[in-house]
Protein backbone atom coordinates (compact mmCIF):
# COMPACT_ATOMS: atom_id res chain seq x y z
CA UNK A 1 0.00 0.00 0.00
CA UNK A 2 1.50 3.65 -1.05
CA UNK A 3 1.69 5.77 1.70
CA UNK A 4 3.56 9.74 1.22
CA UNK A 5 4.79 11.44 4.23
CA UNK A 6 5.31 15.33 3.39
CA UNK A 7 7.80 17.70 4.60
CA UNK A 8 9.74 20.96 4.05
CA UNK A 9 6.71 23.39 4.70
CA UNK A 10 7.37 26.80 7.44
CA UNK A 11 6.97 30.56 7.23
CA UNK A 12 8.69 32.44 5.30
CA UNK A 13 8.69 36.22 3.78
CA UNK A 14 7.09 36.98 -0.08
CA UNK A 15 9.42 36.69 -2.45
CA UNK A 16 11.19 33.83 -1.03
CA UNK A 17 11.42 30.26 -1.49
CA UNK A 18 10.80 26.89 -0.20
CA UNK A 19 11.14 23.14 -0.95
CA UNK A 20 8.26 20.33 -0.06
CA UNK A 21 9.43 16.89 -0.63
CA UNK A 22 7.00 13.90 -0.32
CA UNK A 23 8.61 10.40 0.71
CA UNK A 24 6.74 7.67 -1.15
CA UNK A 25 6.81 4.08 0.02
CA UNK A 26 5.13 1.21 -1.60
CA UNK A 27 4.63 1.26 -4.82
CA UNK A 28 4.11 -1.17 -7.45
CA UNK A 29 5.71 -1.41 -10.83
CA UNK A 30 3.26 0.79 -12.15
CA UNK A 31 2.77 4.56 -13.46
CA UNK A 32 1.37 6.85 -11.22
CA UNK A 33 -0.05 10.43 -11.70
CA UNK A 34 1.56 12.62 -8.15
CA UNK A 35 -0.04 15.51 -7.33
CA UNK A 36 0.70 18.57 -5.17
CA UNK A 37 -2.58 20.17 -3.92
CA UNK A 38 -2.85 23.14 -1.47
CA UNK A 39 -6.07 24.19 0.53
CA UNK A 40 -6.72 27.25 2.37
CA UNK A 41 -9.65 28.31 4.95
CA UNK A 42 -12.54 28.35 3.20
CA UNK A 43 -10.89 27.70 -0.09
CA UNK A 44 -11.67 24.19 -2.05
CA UNK A 45 -8.35 21.62 -2.34
CA UNK A 46 -7.31 22.62 -5.63
CA UNK A 47 -4.16 20.77 -7.75
CA UNK A 48 -0.84 22.79 -7.83
CA UNK A 49 1.13 20.54 -10.14
CA UNK A 50 1.33 17.17 -10.96
CA UNK A 51 3.54 14.61 -12.56
CA UNK A 52 2.98 11.63 -14.45
CA UNK A 53 5.37 9.03 -13.68
CA UNK A 54 4.79 7.67 -16.89
CA UNK A 55 6.79 9.86 -19.10
CA UNK A 56 7.77 12.75 -16.77
CA UNK A 57 4.68 15.39 -17.86
CA UNK A 58 3.84 17.98 -15.87
CA UNK A 59 1.48 20.23 -15.01
CA UNK A 60 0.82 23.66 -13.34
CA UNK A 61 -2.04 25.40 -12.64
CA UNK A 62 -1.57 28.86 -13.86
CA UNK A 63 -1.00 31.23 -10.62
CA UNK A 64 2.30 29.14 -9.84
CA UNK A 65 3.60 28.62 -13.63
CA UNK A 66 7.10 29.70 -13.58
CA UNK A 67 7.62 29.92 -9.74
CA UNK A 68 6.76 26.58 -8.73
CA UNK A 69 8.57 23.11 -9.94
CA UNK A 70 7.99 19.62 -9.66
CA UNK A 71 10.29 17.00 -9.89
CA UNK A 72 10.60 13.13 -9.17
CA UNK A 73 13.59 11.59 -7.84
CA UNK A 74 13.21 7.90 -8.14
CA UNK A 75 15.97 6.75 -6.57
CA UNK A 76 14.56 8.31 -3.49
CA UNK A 77 11.30 7.73 -4.15
CA UNK A 78 10.76 11.20 -3.78
CA UNK A 79 8.62 13.94 -5.05
CA UNK A 80 9.42 17.41 -4.41
CA UNK A 81 7.74 20.84 -5.01
CA UNK A 82 10.22 23.93 -5.48
CA UNK A 83 8.48 27.18 -4.70
CA UNK A 84 10.19 30.32 -5.54
CA UNK A 85 9.25 33.61 -5.24
CA UNK A 86 6.51 32.92 -3.00
CA UNK A 87 3.52 35.33 -2.70
CA UNK A 88 0.62 35.72 0.51
CA UNK A 89 -1.82 33.86 -1.19
CA UNK A 90 0.63 30.77 -1.78
CA UNK A 91 -0.29 30.41 2.15
CA UNK A 92 -1.93 27.26 2.23
CA UNK A 93 -1.56 23.31 3.79
CA UNK A 94 0.16 21.59 1.16
CA UNK A 95 -0.51 18.07 0.78
CA UNK A 96 0.90 15.30 -1.91
CA UNK A 97 -1.41 12.87 -3.08
CA UNK A 98 -1.18 9.75 -5.84
CA UNK A 99 -3.15 7.94 -7.82
CA UNK A 100 -2.19 5.14 -10.35
CA UNK A 101 -2.86 5.94 -13.75
CA UNK A 102 -1.96 4.01 -17.12
CA UNK A 103 -1.31 7.40 -19.43
CA UNK A 104 -1.16 11.02 -18.67
CA UNK A 105 -1.84 13.86 -19.06
CA UNK A 106 -3.04 13.28 -14.80
CA UNK A 107 -6.62 14.82 -13.49
CA UNK A 108 -6.47 17.76 -11.47
CA UNK A 109 -9.29 16.72 -9.10
CA UNK A 110 -9.04 15.54 -5.89
CA UNK A 111 -11.60 13.14 -5.74
CA UNK A 112 -9.43 11.06 -8.31
CA UNK A 113 -6.83 10.71 -6.11
CA UNK A 114 -6.78 8.04 -3.28
CA UNK A 115 -3.61 7.93 -1.63
CA UNK A 116 -2.86 11.21 0.62
CA UNK A 117 0.15 12.51 2.59
CA UNK A 118 -0.87 14.14 6.26
CA UNK A 119 0.04 18.17 5.00
CA UNK A 120 2.49 20.35 5.62
CA UNK A 121 1.81 24.03 6.52
CA UNK A 122 3.42 26.73 4.05
CA UNK A 123 2.58 30.46 5.30
CA UNK A 124 4.54 33.88 3.04
CA UNK A 125 3.67 36.91 5.30
CA UNK A 126 3.89 40.06 3.44
Known amino acids: QVQLVESGGGSVQAGGSLRLSCAAS????????MGWFRQSPGKERELVAS????????YYTDSVKGRFTISQDTTKNALYLQMNTLKPEDTAIYYC???????????????????WGQGTQVTVSS
Open 97 to 115: ATYRELTSPCNVYAATYDV
Open 51 to 58: FYTGNGFT
Open 26 to 33: GYSSSTYC
